[in-house]
């Protein structure tokens, strides 16, 4: 563009005009350009594809929904997981529909899942775009270089679920840059949420409380960096001034905006129970449920910010007092990750093969028979199955049944004692019996007749049982070769089970 | 070893060892070697291996035995003790060695796939192990996480991004020449995850890569899976950390410093946490190792 060739068909007064500065430092500025013109690229493509789509697609506008859907993206995702797909595609079809209002709701869900899908570009391996654009190089050289970015990424959310964020260049191009310091935008978003409220411009509150909420998330994620990098080595964070200063600002910050937002808790409350307009009244409701969130997050951070201080102890006692190792390892991240990333990958890869050459450890090789081949070959595919993997077998161990007396004893025990309403008998003579049926009985017998001394009523009652073994010791003493203690006289209680059950529904 | 040779049986001692070595003792001796193929076989479960790695301790010439054999099956003793086992390694060109292109199917053809696997199980060393001590520490279990580690890679690649933005290098990489883009953009400019139609993780994406890495590793009996929080999480055995400190540490340095790049540290810590403005948008979950609730 510099080239100064074809002055013979160039008007003279364009030539002769100031020119912008030609090298690098005016290409640099150009690059800028032509990555910020990509970014749009995609979404000017969508309506040009859109004629490739099986069916009559024209009708919608495509860039117009695929800004709604960046837009609802970045309103939607919250700090620790992102917005949910499901929940965008549905939140666009309301626009997807009013631009083609008479076409089935299943097209519209669809175009919303392709207009989405294409943000991602769910057909690329990078799930990302790449734009080729050229410049003048230092030394005057023309170089095409390739432009990767993503409007919209997934991300891994809990529970391996996956989340959309727009990226940053997404944000930057299309929808607006939020850069702002995190104390200073706490305090100067909570103080235009007073502001706001008071005045009771609840739409905007709402905004400033969920930028309220994003900072304080900011607090407990800088923190959990600092704790998390404490765990992996003491030395690399600064506990003697840096994070001191850090946690007593954080605490500080808490007691602050506790205070704070418990009274502008109140004020919206007030707005909402006291408004008229239901707009207004549902405003305020959601500004009650954002600020108790937000009173909910400042209690979790000064939560971890008392752990603070005794896992850094901990760390400290674990890392910095152990004895001293004779042998030295390798330093893996600072003396090898961190100087092979910056390399050209062709180099960066050969560390890393090395790296996987011995670091993999062994596989033993599978060795089939022809015999087994041929089967192995004929054998149909195993069916993908659909529930999942299978379910290992647990290891149980079976447990020696240790139980001093076998089920027949204690069938034979519960017909012996087995009584009569009218006839209750002496333990002498229970046991006599039993002692006649198995020399182990007797033992069985006793302990039953020992338990129907405190026969356990409640349960009886709430069971609603129709009788109930019990013993009664009239003073007798026992004569047994066996045992001793008092002849317990054992008899069957009848109870009076409808009585009960009347009782029963009565209390309830 | 000197000193146990008292230890030894009677007549081994007293012939020399060639002589002594009997069928039944070249059997025990390749018994061993095969207990030390399972790794995932751990010697206190196993009354016999458990037998073995004593004799190999106490009577110097069944060791003498049973190294040669691991030798001429291609095989590296690394360590012989109860915890680690008969802790032994693929040689280089042995059978039992693995292949890169083996071990995923895209990255014979694609450079950069193969680069991400390489990194990626650069990456969980270096996540389990983050400083020297604890490498050379024997008593050392580390804990890695899926997802942990991608953020670690991806936090490195910022700040290196950052650094390049600083200084107003244009980091595009040129046209055609995929070889010379740097490193970290390849990582930076795969993504995290991915949704697919069943549920599965996106084989593609980089904690895909990671979760392949560190289920490689654990059928190599090198970590063991511990909970499922944060993509999958692991703990490292005292096999993977003899790996890791004897062989794939030395071979990945000494090929960085074959390509000219020599790492220099004054032994301060290198594994910073982010700064305070480095707004990287960590996922959820990317809970690092150690990292509790």
């Given at each position: 563009?510099?080239?100064?060739?074809?002055?013979?068909?160039?008007?003279?007064?364009?030539?002769?005009?100031?020119?912008?500065?030609?090298?690098?430092?005016?290409?640099?500025?150009?690059?800028?350009?032509?990555?910020?013109?990509?970014?749009?690229?995609?979404?000017?493509?969508?309506?040009?594809?859109?004629?490739?789509?099986?069916?009559?697609?024209?009708?919608?506008?495509?860039?117009?929904?695929?800004?709604?859907?960046?837009?609802?993206?970045?309103?939607?995702?919250?700090?620790?997981?992102?917005?949910?797909?499901?929940?965008?595609?549905?939140?666009?079809?309301?626009?997807?529909?009013?631009?083609?209002?008479?076409?089935?709701?299943?097209?519209?869900?669809?175009?919303?899942?392709?207009?989405?899908?294409?943000?991602?570009?769910?057909?690329?391996?990078?799930?990302?775009?790449?734009?080729?654009?050229?410049?003048?190089?230092?030394?005057?050289?023309?170089?095409?270089?390739?432009?990767?970015?993503?409007?919209?990424?997934?991300?891994?959310?809990?529970?391996?679920?996956?989340?959309?964020?727009?990226?940053?260049?997404?944000?930057?191009?299309?929808?607006?840059?939020?850069?702002?310091?995190?104390?200073?935008?706490?305090?100067?978003?909570?103080?235009?949420?007073?502001?706001?409220?008071?005045?009771?411009?609840?739409?905007?509150?709402?905004?400033?409380?969920?930028?309220?909420?994003?900072?304080?998330?900011?607090?407990?994620?800088?923190?959990?960096?600092?704790?998390?990098?404490?765990?992996?080595?003491?030395?690399?964070?600064?506990?003697?001034?840096?994070?001191?200063?850090?946690?007593?600002?954080?605490?500080?910050?808490?007691?602050?905006?506790?205070?704070?937002?418990?009274?502008?808790?109140?004020?919206?409350?007030?707005?909402?129970?006291?408004?008229?307009?239901?707009?207004?009244?549902?405003?305020?409701?959601?500004?009650?449920?954002?600020?108790?969130?937000?009173?909910?997050?400042?209690?979790?951070?000064?939560?971890?910010?008392?752990?603070?201080?005794?896992?850094?102890?901990?760390?400290?006692?674990?890392?910095?007092?152990?004895?001293?190792?004779?042998?030295?390892?390798?330093?893996?991240?600072?003396?090898?990750?961190?100087?092979?990333?910056?390399?050209?990958?062709?180099?960066?890869?050969?560390?890393?093969?090395?790296?996987?050459?011995?670091?993999?450890?062994?596989?033993?090789?599978?060795?089939?028979?022809?015999?087994?081949?041929?089967?192995?070959?004929?054998?149909?595919?195993?069916?993908?199955?659909?529930?999942?993997?299978?379910?290992?077998?647990?290891?149980?161990?079976?447990?020696?049944?240790?139980?001093?007396?076998?089920?027949?004893?204690?069938?034979?025990?519960?017909?012996?004692?087995?009584?009569?309403?009218?006839?209750?008998?002496?333990?002498?003579?229970?046991?006599a019996d039993a002692r006649r049926q198995d020399p182990e009985l007797p033992y069985l017998v006793a302990l039953l007749a020992i338990h129907a001394a405190s026969p356990p009523f409640g349960t009886a009652y709430r069971q609603g049982e129709r009788k109930l073994l019990f013993a009664v010791d009239d003073g007798t003493d026992l004569v047994d070769?066996?045992?001793?203690?008092?002849?317990?006289?054992?008899?069957?209680?009848?109870?009076?089970?409808?009585?009960?059950?009347?009782?029963?529904?009565?209390?309830? | 070893?000197?000193?146990?040779?008292?230890?030894?049986?009677?007549?081994?001692?007293?012939?020399?060892?060639?002589?002594?070595?009997?069928?039944?003792?070249?059997?025990?001796?390749?018994?061993?070697?095969?207990?030390?193929?399972?790794?995932?076989?751990?010697?206190?479960?196993?009354?016999?291996?458990?037998?073995?790695?004593?004799?190999?301790?106490?009577?110097?010439?069944?060791?003498?035995?049973?190294?040669?054999?691991?030798?001429?099956?291609?095989?590296?003793?690394?360590?012989?003790?109860?915890?680690?086992?008969?802790?032994?390694?693929?040689?280089?060109?042995?059978?039992?060695?693995?292949?890169?292109?083996?071990?995923?199917?895209?990255?014979?053809?694609?450079?950069?796939?193969?680069?991400?696997?390489?990194?990626?199980?650069?990456?969980?060393?270096?996540?389990?192990?983050?400083?020297?001590?604890?490498?050379?520490?024997?008593?050392?279990?580390?804990?890695?996480?899926?997802?942990g580690v991608d953020a670690f890679v991806r936090q490195a690649c910022h700040r290196l991004e950052e650094r390049a933005a600083e200084q107003g290098e244009n980091t595009d990489p040129a046209s055609d020449t995929p070889g010379l883009e740097a490193a970290w953009r390849?990582?930076?400019?795969?993504?995290?995850?991915?949704?697919?139609?069943?549920?599965?993780?996106?084989?593609?994406?980089?904690?895909?890569?990671?979760?392949?890495?560190?289920?490689?590793?654990?059928?190599?009996?090198?970590?063991?899976?511990?909970?499922?929080?944060?993509?999958?999480?692991?703990?490292?055995?005292?096999?993977?950390?003899?790996?890791?400190?004897?062989?794939?540490?030395?071979?990945?340095?000494?090929?960085?410093?074959?390509?000219?790049?020599?790492?220099?540290?004054?032994?301060?810590?290198?594994?910073?946490?982010?700064?305070?403005?480095?707004?990287?948008?960590?996922?959820?979950?990317?809970?690092?190792?150690?990292?509790?609730?």
């Open positions: 563009m510099t080239s100064p060739a074809s002055t013979d068909s160039v008007p003279p007064q364009l030539s002769a005009g100031p020119r912008p500065a030609p090298g690098p430092a005016a290409d640099e500025g150009l690059a800028r350009r032509l990555r910020a013109l990509a970014c749009t690229a995609p979404l000017h493509d969508l309506d040009a594809r859109k004629a490739n789509l099986a069916g009559e697609y024209s009708v919608y506008g495509m860039a117009e929904i695929a800004l709604a859907a960046i837009d609802l993206v970045t309103l939607n995702m919250d700090f620790d997981t992102g917005a949910d797909h499901d929940q965008v595609v549905a939140r666009l079809i309301p626009r997807i529909a009013a631009q083609a209002p008479r076409r089935p709701a299943a097209e519209h869900e669809r175009v919303a899942r392709w207009v989405l899908e294409n943000l991602i570009n769910v057909g690329s391996v990078d799930r990302g775009f790449r734009a080729v654009y050229g410049v003048f190089g230092a030394d005057g050289t023309y170089v095409r270089r390739d432009y990767d970015f993503k409007l919209v990424e997934e991300v891994p959310g809990p529970g391996g679920t996956v989340y959309l964020r727009t990226t940053d260049e997404a944000v930057n191009v299309l929808v607006g840059a939020l850069d702002t310091d995190v104390t200073s935008a706490q305090i100067a978003a909570e103080v235009k949420l007073e502001v706001l409220i008071r005045r009771g411009r609840l739409a905007d509150a709402q905004l400033a409380a969920e930028q309220a909420r994003y900072r304080t998330v900011q607090y407990s994620e800088t923190l959990r960096r600092a704790l998390e990098a404490t765990r992996r080595n003491v030395r690399a964070v600064d506990w003697l001034s840096a994070v001191p200063d850090m946690i007593a600002e954080a605490l500080d910050h808490v007691a602050d905006r506790y205070r704070h937002e418990n009274a502008i808790l109140t004020n919206i409350r007030k707005a909402r129970d006291e408004s008229e307009d239901p707009g207004h009244k549902r405003r305020a409701a959601e500004l009650v449920d954002i600020v108790k969130d937000c009173i909910r997050r400042h209690t979790q951070l000064q939560s971890r910010l008392l752990e603070a201080g005794p896992l850094f102890r901990a760390e400290q006692d674990r890392q910095a007092f152990a004895n001293p190792t004779s042998t030295s390892g390798t330093d893996l991240y600072g003396h090898l990750l961190a100087p092979l990333l910056p390399l050209p990958v062709e180099r960066a890869s050969r560390v890393t093969d090395a790296f996987f050459a011995h670091g993999t450890g062994l596989r033993t090789p599978v060795s089939v028979r022809v015999a087994d081949l041929v089967e192995i070959l004929l054998t149909p595919p195993v069916e993908r199955e659909h529930l999942g993997a299978e379910m290992p077998e647990p290891d149980l161990i079976a447990t020696p049944d240790d139980s001093r007396f076998s089920e027949e004893q204690l069938a034979a025990a519960t017909e012996l004692l087995d009584l009569p309403a009218d006839a209750p008998r002496r333990l002498s003579g229970l046991l070769p066996e045992f001793g203690g008092a002849d317990l006289i054992v008899g069957t209680a009848l109870l009076d089970a409808a009585g009960m059950a009347a009782d029963r529904t009565e209390a309830a | 070893m000197t000193e146990h040779v008292e230890w030894s049986e009677p007549e081994a001692a007293a012939a020399p060892a060639s002589a002594a070595v009997t069928p039944a003792d070249a059997a025990d001796a390749a018994r061993l070697v095969a207990f030390g193929l399972q790794p995932k076989l751990q010697p206190a479960r196993d009354q016999e291996y458990a037998d073995l790695l004593r004799r190999y301790r106490e009577d110097p010439p069944f060791a003498r035995l049973a190294d040669a054999v691991a030798t001429g099956l291609g095989l590296i003793v690394l360590e012989v003790s109860p915890r680690a086992g008969m802790a032994v390694t693929a040689a280089e060109d042995s059978v039992f060695a693995v292949r890169m292109g083996d071990y995923a199917r895209r990255t014979s053809a694609d450079g950069g796939d193969r680069f991400l696997h390489g990194l990626a199980h650069l990456a969980v060393a270096a996540m389990a192990f983050p400083r020297p001590e604890d490498l050379a520490d024997d008593g050392y279990i580390g804990r890695v996480t899926v997802n390849i990582w930076a400019r795969r993504s995290a995850t991915g949704a697919t139609k069943d549920a599965r993780r996106l084989a593609g994406s980089t904690t895909g890569i990671v979760a392949k890495a560190v289920a490689f590793l654990t059928d190599s009996g090198f970590l063991q899976r511990t909970g499922d929080d944060n993509g999958g999480t692991y703990r490292t055995t005292a096999r993977y950390q003899l790996q890791v400190r004897d062989m794939a540490g030395s071979a990945a340095l000494a090929e960085l410093l074959e390509l000219g790049v020599v790492p220099v540290t004054d032994g301060t810590p290198t594994l910073l946490p982010p700064q305070d403005g480095d707004d990287l948008e960590l996922v959820a979950d990317a809970g690092l190792p150690f990292h509790s609730a």
